[in-house]
């Protein structure tokens, strides 16, 4: 492969990583083959940052306008022909149902659901998926197969949820506590004047920023981060604008050395400590 081959490799998938169309996870465990003459597919799409609550699941190859719906659990299993079925079940433990969500195939023998990634089911109630955590989801449907009912199951497809985004004390802090380009660490001067007091530890500046109304005379009221909403965060503001809302870009007679862009996905992805 050429280097401008590999190169629009990169590109494509950047491209693809800035969508939500994204796939995710992995299938694991073989289903067997149901009356199309072939196995079921299940895959995802979305991301797997638990924050973003984007997971949207799909299953094809399916019989048509056939019946069924996802179930879900943290644990993997094999069991073949579980209750009568022709297929295996991949899952174990405790498992949670779709059963509210049950979808038909329809004529395109194809089902998608798109999942509560804050309140999956289990036999206990729902649960929030956290940064770590592997779950596991596999398609229940119905079948015929020479004229008896039966059912079938898709492969097994396993999602590992990763961390919401930036967190201000491994990705911000580090860029407000670094010398910058002719001017000294924002904490240099916001640790005792300049309106805003960081001070010296990552609890003190988030516990400074976060939700914090200024009350220097020239930016008074404004919020310097407001979850969610990079857009009205002063902080975000007095870093990326030169000419800000109040007051001088920031840090005062230099040029930030760090990328701006991570406050301003840290804010957006919920400004998490
Ligand atoms: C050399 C000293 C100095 C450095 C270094 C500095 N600042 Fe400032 N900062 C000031 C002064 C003085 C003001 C008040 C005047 C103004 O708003 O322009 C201020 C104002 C601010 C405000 C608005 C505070 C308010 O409540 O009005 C924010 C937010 C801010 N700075 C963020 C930063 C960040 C982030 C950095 C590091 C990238 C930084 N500053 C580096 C001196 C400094």
Request: aromatic share 10%; with cysteine; net charge negative.
């Amino acid at each position: 492969m050429n280097a401008s081959a590999i190169y629009s490799g990169a590109l494509a998938l950047l491209a693809l990583a800035g969508t939500s169309s994204a796939q995710i996870g992995n299938s694991y465990c073989a289903a067997n083959s149901n009356s199309t003459g072939g196995p079921s597919v299940i895959s995802a799409t979305g991301s797997t940052d638990v924050a973003l609550n984007d997971v949207t699941l799909a299953c094809s190859a399916l019989p048509l306008n056939a019946f069924g719906y996802f179930v879900t659990s943290q644990t993997q299993a094999f069991i073949p022909g579980p209750g009568g079925s022709s297929g295996n079940l991949c899952i174990g433990g405790n498992i949670g149902r779709y059963a509210g969500n049950i979808v038909s195939s329809g004529a395109t023998g194809s089902v998608s659901l798109t999942v509560n990634v804050a309140a999956l089911p289990a036999p206990t109630g729902n649960y929030a998926a956290l940064p770590g955590d592997t779950v596991n989801f596999q398609f229940w449907h119905r079948d015929a197969v020479g004229g008896s009912v039966t059912s079938n199951f898709s492969p097994g497809l396993e999602i590992t949820f990763d961390s919401a985004g930036p967190t201000f004390s491994q990705d911000v802090w580090p860029l407000l506590s670094q010398p910058n380009i002719n001017a000294p660490e924002c904490i240099i001067c916001h640790g005792s004047f300049g309106g805003l007091n960081l001070g010296s530890t990552p609890a003190s500046a988030y516990a400074a920023l976060v939700n914090v109304a200024s009350s220097s005379f020239n930016c008074q009221g404004s919020i310097y981060v407001v979850p969610g909403d990079f857009q009205n965060s002063l902080l975000y503001d007095k870093l990326a604008s030169p000419t800000p809302s109040c007051g001088s870009q920031m840090p005062f007679g230099g040029t930030f050395s760090g990328d701006v862009n991570v406050i301003r996905d840290w804010i957006a992805a919920g400004a998490n400590f």
